[in-house]
């Protein structure tokens, strides 16, 4: 069962047809989640941005980057506090860029605190200031074309994101891009169907690889092996549910792929370091 008000899956547009959001908040926000990309940024006072199990303090001119489907809260620890939200729904490049060009490029913002660079601070000189003033002011004049200039503006944003806050970036947009594009397939497979069995051997006949190759690809690309890869996945989503849902734990360890629960609470505590009901526990205390 969903906590009330605790899930958000479409955009706050005054407008449904344009593919992003922007508004002004200044109260907090529970946990909750979406299928989009949302960018943060604080104007006045002192905000306590949530993400996952982390706290991130957000003053004036600080910026903070949450992915899809990541369980995240707010909370204004001053009175006149105020934050700017985008949010962007993947299909926002899609009229000037194919799909497969624009997941190659998302899929780097993936949930893990290792792959991007979570908050910026912001200054008068920066290119995101002018670009935030810029969104702000076409957002509330909203002169002739204004939906075209602000997607423009959120368009270099994102580039921005992906030349800058890319802590592994010269590995995947270098030498390395061939290799993630070939891996493409097995990782939309796997997005797709984490919470099932799925063969290693399976993954690699996908791309016409032999298993020893397939290994050492995939370990080279996601740094991760194909086993710890998939429990990540799974971590991930059980980390979100036990945020935004009143499931039990022993559901939630079915739901994310577990059939064995007490070997869903070691993975889990070998990955977090607690145990699923003090992660529940320790993110609801954190917003009392």
Same mark, same amino acid.
């Given at each position: 069962?969903?906590?009330?008000?605790?899930?958000?899956?479409?955009?706050?547009?005054?407008?449904?047809?344009?593919?992003?959001?922007?508004?002004?908040?200044?109260?907090?926000?529970?946990?909750?989640?979406?299928?989009?990309?949302?960018?943060?940024?604080?104007?006045?006072?002192?905000?306590?941005?949530?993400?996952? !199990?982390?706290?991130?303090?957000?003053?004036?001119? =600080? /910026?903070?980057?949450?992915?899809? %489907?990541?369980?995240?809260?707010? @909370?204004?620890?001053?009175?006149?506090?105020?934050?700017?939200?985008?949010?962007?729904?993947?299909?926002?490049?899609?009229?000037?860029?194919?799909?497969?060009?624009?997941?190659?490029?998302?899929?780097?913002?993936?949930?893990?605190?290792?792959?991007?660079?979570?908050?910026?601070?912001?200054?008068?000189?920066?290119?995101?200031?002018?670009?935030?003033?810029?969104?702000?002011?076409?957002?509330?004049?909203?002169?002739?074309?204004?939906?075209?200039?602000?997607?423009?503006?959120?368009?270099?944003?994102?580039?921005?994101?992906?030349?800058?806050?890319?802590?592994?970036?010269?590995?995947?947009?270098?030498?390395?891009?061939? !290799?993630?594009?070939?891996?493409?397939?097995?990782? =939309? /497979?796997?997005?797709?169907?984490? %919470?099932?069995?799925?063969?290693? @051997?399976?993954?690699?006949?996908?791309?016409?690889?032999?298993?020893?190759?397939?290994?050492?690809?995939?370990?080279?690309?996601?740094?991760?092996?194909?086993?710890?890869?998939?429990?990540?996945?799974?971590?991930?989503?059980?980390?979100?549910?036990?945020?935004?849902?009143?499931?039990?734990?022993?559901?939630?360890?079915?739901?994310?792929?577990?059939?064995?629960?007490?070997?869903?609470?070691?993975?889990?505590?070998?990955?977090?370091?607690?145990?699923?009901?003090?992660?529940?526990?320790?993110?609801?205390?954190?917003?009392?």
């Amino acid at each position: 069962m969903y906590l009330e008000n605790s899930i958000t899956n479409s955009l706050h547009s005054e407008d449904s047809q344009l593919p992003f959001s922007v508004f002004f908040y200044h109260t907090n926000s529970s946990w909750h989640w979406h299928e989009f990309l949302e960018l943060i940024y604080c104007l006045k006072g002192v905000y306590q941005i949530w993400v996952n !199990d982390s706290c991130i303090p957000c003053m004036p001119g =600080d /910026f903070v980057i949450i992915d899809a %489907r990541e369980p995240h809260a707010t @909370k204004a620890m001053e009175p006149d506090s105020e934050i700017m939200v985008i949010q962007v729904e993947s299909n926002t490049f899609s009229l000037t860029f194919t799909e497969s060009m624009i997941s190659r490029y998302h899929h780097y913002f993936d949930s893990s605190p290792s792959n991007f660079q979570r908050k910026i601070q912001i200054t008068e000189n920066d290119v995101l200031y002018h670009l935030f003033g810029d969104l702000k002011n076409e957002f509330v004049q909203k002169e002739v074309a204004f939906e075209l200039s602000m997607k423009a503006d959120i368009e270099k944003i994102y580039v921005y994101l992906l030349r800058n806050c890319q802590i592994r970036q010269p590995k995947i947009f270098g030498t390395q891009l061939k !290799d993630l594009i070939r891996l493409q397939p097995v990782l =939309d /497979f796997i997005e797709m169907n984490y %919470r099932k069995t799925i063969r290693q @051997k399976e993954m690699a006949q996908l791309i016409f690889l032999s298993g020893a190759s397939f290994c050492r690809l995939f370990k080279r690309v996601m740094g991760k092996t194909f086993s710890e890869y998939i429990n990540a996945l799974r971590i991930r989503e059980a980390k979100r549910l036990l945020l935004v849902t009143n499931e039990k734990i022993i559901n939630i360890s079915t739901t994310v792929g577990y059939d064995n629960v007490t070997y869903f609470n070691k993975v889990f505590l070998r990955e977090c370091g607690l145990s699923p009901g003090s992660y529940r526990k320790n993110a609801f205390s954190a917003l009392s």
